[in-house]
Structure formats: structure tokens, C-alpha cells
């Protein structure tokens, strides 16, 4: 059983930042890969990154390369998603997700979800 929480949601303008923190519980973090998800209101989850156990390998959705970047620290039981450049599309509640062994894209491969945090960027 995985518990996460996120956290450094907010409201921010456009051009700015804002770094997520998914805190997972547990003592098997490092056995789970991590991924990102997004979901505005009337539109469906969307994947956003991933990473895999080791951080070795991250993977991004087209709209946001170049712009977030993720990270964790398992030592910390921590997963980051720092989110640069931010436009008014990227407005939603963001969403960390386990998923045991390997990365996926697709929502309906994780495993333990947080609560989300509302990221919000005004034009």
C-alpha cells in the first residue's frame, strides 16, 4: 500500500514557476515508478511525466517538454515535478501516481493516486 500526498500547488501568472512535491508513504517507494497527471474542468486526466524507479528515465507529454521537469528522491520518498514557463493551458489539479515496476502513460495502469493539488496560471 502506497499513500501519497502532493503539495506546492498555486497561483501563479503566466511566465512563472511552481515545483509539485508527491510525498509517498511506505518503505518500497524505489519499487514504483512515478508519473504526473493532469485534469482540467469538462476535459479527461491527461498524462503530463513520468519516472521511472531509479530517475533514470523521464518522459514527458509533447505540450509540456522543454517546460516541466521531473525528479525524485528516494531516499526522501519524494517525487518533484518543477513546472517552468507556465501558460494559462496548464491550469488544472495535478495528480501524482504510483505504479509498481515500470512507467506507463496511460492513467489506467497506476496503481495509488494522491489527492491532487490546483495549479492555477492567469494570463
Known amino acids: 500500500q502506497v499513500q501519497l500526498v502532493e503539495s506546492g500547488g498555486g497561483l501563479v501568472q503566466a511566465g512563472g514557476s511552481l515545483r509539485l512535491s508527491c510525498a509517498a508513504s511506505?518503505?518500497?517507494?524505489?519499487?514504483?515508478?512515478m508519473g504526473w497527471f493532469r485534469q482540467a474542468p469538462g476535459k479527461e486526466r491527461e498524462f503530463v511525466s513520468s519516472?521511472?524507479?531509479?530517475?533514470?528515465?523521464?518522459y514527458y507529454a509533447d505540450s509540456v517538454k522543454g517546460r516541466f521537469t521531473v525528479s525524485r528522491d528516494n531516499a526522501k520518498n519524494t517525487v518533484y515535478l518543477e513546472m517552468n514557463s507556465l501558460k494559462p493551458e496548464d491550469t488544472a489539479v495535478y495528480y501524482c501516481a504510483a505504479r509498481y515496476w515500470s512507467s506507463s502513460y496511460l492513467y489506467t495502469e497506476y496503481n495509488y493516486w494522491g489527492q491532487g493539488t490546483q495549479v492555477t496560471v492567469s494570463s
Open positions: 519516472i521511472s524507479q531509479s530517475g533514470g528515465s523521464t
Open positions: 511506505g518503505r518500497t517507494f524505489g519499487s514504483y515508478a
